[in-house]
Nanobody, 126 residues
Framework: QVQLVESGGGLVQAGGSLRLSCAASGVTFSTYAMGWFRQSAGKERQFVAAINRRGDSTYYTDSVKGRFTISRDDAKNTILLQMNSLKPEDTAVYYC???????????????????WGQGTQVTVSS
């Protein structure tokens, strides 16, 4: 059974940092491209960051470039999202997503992913 479990969310002041983790089980993790999405209250789920299966290519939405870093540790079947210089507009539920990929590419669309975590709340106070 494929499962993704996020952790690391919480409450932080603007300018602070958080690190989100996503642990995968039931998959051959090295064959999975992974991503992070977020959903704010009353808004649609949006792409945040993605990483390819080998971890040598990443992509970010413009609003987080230079502040967020996605990485993966295949030995631990885990991806991380390091979030620095957080802003109140980063407040959202953050979801980890994965998809098996034959190609070493990253994916940015919700429809590209078939496995999702339950989400973790990130709240940034001003």
């Amino acid at each position: 059974q494929v499962q993704l479990v996020e952790s690391g969310g919480g409450l932080v002041q603007a300018g602070g940092s958080l690190r989100l983790s996503c642990a995968a089980s039931g998959v051959t993790f090295s064959t999975y491209a992974m991503g992070w999405f977020r959903q704010s209250a009353g808004k649609e789920r949006q792409f945040v960051a993605a990483i390819n299966r080998r971890g040598d290519s990443t992509y970010y939405t413009d609003s987080v470039k230079g502040r967020f870093t996605i990485s993966r540790d295949d030995a631990k079947n885990t991806i991380l999202l390091q979030m620095n210089s957080l802003k109140p507009e980063d407040t959202a539920v953050y979801y980890c997503a994965g998809t098996h990929s034959w190609l070493n590419i990253y994916y940015t669309k919700i429809s590209d992913y078939n496995t999702w975590g339950q989400g973790t709340q990130v709240t940034v106070s001003s």
